[in-house]
């Protein structure tokens, strides 16, 4: 086939492809609207059927507090807890980053009761050869 029929043939498939995608992106937004709409007009009834009191706004607003602030203490628990773990981790003399392989269903207690977690810990800081490897990328 020669070049200018290729280069033909794929300015017609792009426009193809252009006009499919305009006629797809065109039934999305018209169906997103209608959806929109449909929502938008079952929630309204909702509301003026039964509007909210100061009561239900502030109710609602208290829910929503203590919610957040028990989020929030989870989340900053566990990234306590991260902390922790990894001071502990960089205390048994493995390398900063370095992770360290467990086995399935064994816990840090059973390796520290055996001994493997330093071996675990020298293995993952060194190479197969003895050298030091870099830490890897954070």
């Known amino acids: 086939m020669d070049v200018s029929r290729q280069l ?4 017609d498939l ?3 492809v252009a006009t499919l995608f305009q006629k797809r992106a065109a039934t999305a ?4 609207r209608r959806r929109v709409a449909e929502a ?3 929630r309204l009834a909702d509301l003026v059927g039964k509007p909210m009191t100061p009561l239900d706004i502030w109710t609602d607003w208290t829910r929503y507090s203590i919610d957040f602030a028990q989020r929030s203490v989870l989340f900053w628990d566990t990234i306590r807890e991260r902390g922790n773990n990894y001071l502990e981790h960089v205390r048994e003399g493995a390398a900063a980053g370095a992770a360290l392989p467990v086995r ?3 816990r840090r207690a059973d390796l520290r009761a055996t001994g ?3 071996a675990a810990a020298h293995r993952t800081a060194r190479g197969r050869d003895g050298r030091s490897e870099a830490a890897p990328p954070t």
């Open 14 to 16: 792009a426009a193809k």
């Open 116 to 118: 493997e977690l330093r």
């Open 8 to 11: 033909s043939r794929s300015t």
């Open 40 to 42: 938008y007009q079952s």
């Open 104 to 106: 399935d269903g064994a």
């Open 29 to 32: 937004q018209d169906n997103f």
